[in-house]
């Protein structure tokens, strides 16, 4: 945290943040700079998707508390929900498309 505070104190950074760190880490490291007068994290990235939506049970309720934001990344989920990658979902829209002409 130190040092990360020098790069803000130099002006090279704005704004910490954290990325698909456990959440107890950031809250540690959020008290650490708390007491020493450092600059703490402001913003959490972690991935989020209807597939994976591991960070709704500890990562956002720690932003909530330590007044951070989150940035999302892969809220996609990479095209895995995507029905082109499942043969039974293609196959039924193949059959309805052709039943509908």
């Not at 990479?78 to 193949?94: C, E, H, L, V, Y």
Request: hydrophobic fraction near 35%; aromatic fraction near 8%; charge should be positive.
């Amino acid at each position: 945290m130190q040092s990360l505070n020098h790069l803000v104190a130099m002006g090279k950074v704005l704004y910490l943040g954290a990325s698909n760190t456990p959440a107890w880490v950031v809250s540690k490291a959020n008290e650490y700079a708390r007491h020493h007068g450092l600059r703490q994290f402001a913003v959490y990235q972690g991935l989020w998707s209807a597939n994976c939506r591991d960070l709704e049970r500890d990562v956002v309720p720690m932003c909530k508390s330590e007044g951070m934001g989150i940035t999302p990344w892969g809220h996609l989920g990479k095209g895995s929900s995507n029905w082109q990658n499942d043969d039974d979902t293609k196959m039924a829209f193949i059959q309805t498309s052709t039943t509908l002409k």
